[in-house]
């Protein structure tokens, strides 16, 4: 599996995620279902050139949503928190200087 098929997209607009960014230096990433800890290990420090101390997952379970009268579920999916090492960071948006 290719490293752009680890990572599907970072988990940036939460409150938790912001907070894990700005105190703890952790980032939060939507990962393949079948992707482990190493693979995603690998796959952060080739995608974004950062020094990566360690990789915790979840499977987040899917939702039930009403739909008309019946019921259905939204996928099952998983997270990664990744922790960089001291002086690392990640810059998803370009910054604008004022």
Do not use: C
Not at 22 to 27: A, F, K
Not at 28 to 45: G, M, T
């Amino acid at each position: 599996m290719h490293a752009e098929q680890v990572i599907k997209r970072p988990i940036l607009l939460t409150e938790k995620a912001s907070r894990l960014r700005e105190g703890d230096n952790q980032y939060v990433f939507e990962v393949d279902a079948k992707a482990n800890k190493i693979a995603i290990r690998s796959a952060v420090e080739k995608l974004f050139s950062v020094k990566v101390t360690s990789v915790n997952t979840l499977n987040q379970r899917g939702k039930d949503r009403r739909m008309g009268r019946g019921v259905s579920k939204r996928p099952n999916w998983k997270k990664a928190f990744v922790t960089l090492a001291e002086g690392h960071s990640i810059k998803f948006f370009a910054e604008e200087a004022e």
